[in-house]
């Protein structure tokens, strides 16, 4: 028997209990992973509510990445004691996640463990971090080099945020991070982010498509407005990595960032991410993330805890990374 915690739906209304359960009740896979931590993310968040559409089929459970221990596979890639880490693929939505002691699932959708990383941190990164990573290798990808001038990370105190300034911080970036909170002024510094751009100037909408060229580059993890506004402040040629729609999914601007300035707008999707580039950002992280700057912007949290911080989380109150201490809660 393990803990796992369990939502159930009755009148429309997501309830959540921490619940003994066996091997049996787990859905099929051809790995079984003893689950060490999880994360809480704005999508768990979603799903701890039953908000989003994320869920359509109860009791389910959450938890959209993990990091444990290989306890039996049917899988070629993978052997009892192998450690690993999910993210990704609709777990914790589609398919039941990590806030569970045992998960079984499809074995193409693990990656080993990197070199260097313990379960730990590898959740103190968690499916935030991993795109965050994402995001950075996306700019450089389409040439952006840290003798260009400042990038731009919104939601810049969030969880892609803080791990996205500390990436680019060690990798030599000059970094501007936008938020609407006056208390991360501090957090944000030790991230490494040198210039703090209060929330409000990307809030407005532009009253025109063009504003004055600010940015060599920017991961915006917020959408909406914010995402327009960057768009119309970006370098000639410079590239927006898009990962975040915390501020919506609409799109209020026009094709002249993209015409006039050659603006890249590159989507940034996290959960289909074919496995030679999930296996490339993980090993990015195990080299190119500092370590005690993620250790700074984690908290740490048990089962119990997570309905009120699935609360607190849409409510933007929650800093940094959570980690989920499943073995033991």
């Known amino acids: 028997m393990f803990k796992s915690l369990l939502l159930s ?28 931590y999880s994360t809480l993310n704005y999508k768990d968040g979603l799903v701890l509510n039953g ?27 993978f052997k009892p004691g192998d450690k690993v880490v999910l993210t990704g693929w609709r777990v914790g939505e589609a398919h039941w996640g990590g806030y569970s002691q045992k998960a079984r699932v499809n074995g193409d959708w693990l990656v080993p463990l990197p ?10 990164v968690g499916t935030a971090g991993f795109t965050a990573m994402l995001g950075v290798m ?12 400042e990038v731009l990370v919104t939601g810049a105190a969030g969880g892609v945020g803080s791990v996205a300034a500390a990436i680019l911080a060690k990798l030599g970036y000059s970094v501007a991070g936008s938020t609407g909170r006056a208390d991360t002024h501090d957090y944000l510094r ?3 982010v040198t210039t703090i751009i209060d929330r409000s100037e990307l809030n407005e909408p532009s009253k025109r498509p063009l504003e004055k060229e600010r940015w060599a580059g920017c991961i915006d993890a917020v959408g909406g407005t914010t995402l327009a506004r960057a768009l119309a402040q970006m370098q000639y040629g410079a590239s927006v990595a898009a990962i975040g729609l ?16 050659g603006v890249n707008l590159l989507g940034i999707d996290s959960v289909m991410c074919p496995t030679a580039k999930r296996l490339r950002a993980w090993q990015r992280i195990a080299t190119d993330l500092p370590m005690e700057k993620l250790e700074n912007m984690t908290s740490e949290a048990k089962l119990q805890d997570l309905p009120q911080l699935g609360k ?18």
């Open 246 to 261: 915390a501020g919506g999914n609409k799109l209020d601007t026009t094709v002249i960032p993209f015409l006039l300035r």
């Open 312 to 329: 607190d989380i849409l409510a933007g109150n929650v800093r940094g990374r959570v980690v989920v201490d499943i073995a033991g809660s």
């Open 190 to 192: 030790d991230m490494g």
């Open 9 to 36: 739906q009755s009148n429309d209304k997501v309830s959540a209990q921490i619940t003994e359960m066996d091997e049996s009740k787990l859905p099929e896979g051809d790995v079984l992973v003893k689950v060490d």
């Open 115 to 124: 070199e260097g990383l313990t379960p730990r941190q590898a959740m103190a």
């Open 138 to 149: 996306a700019l450089e990808d389409h040439g952006l080099t840290p003798d260009q001038g």
């Open 51 to 77: 908000l989003g559409g994320l869920v359509r089929n109860y009791p389910h459970i959450g938890g959209i990445d993990f990091a444990g221990t290989v306890e039996s596979s049917d899988h070629k890639d």
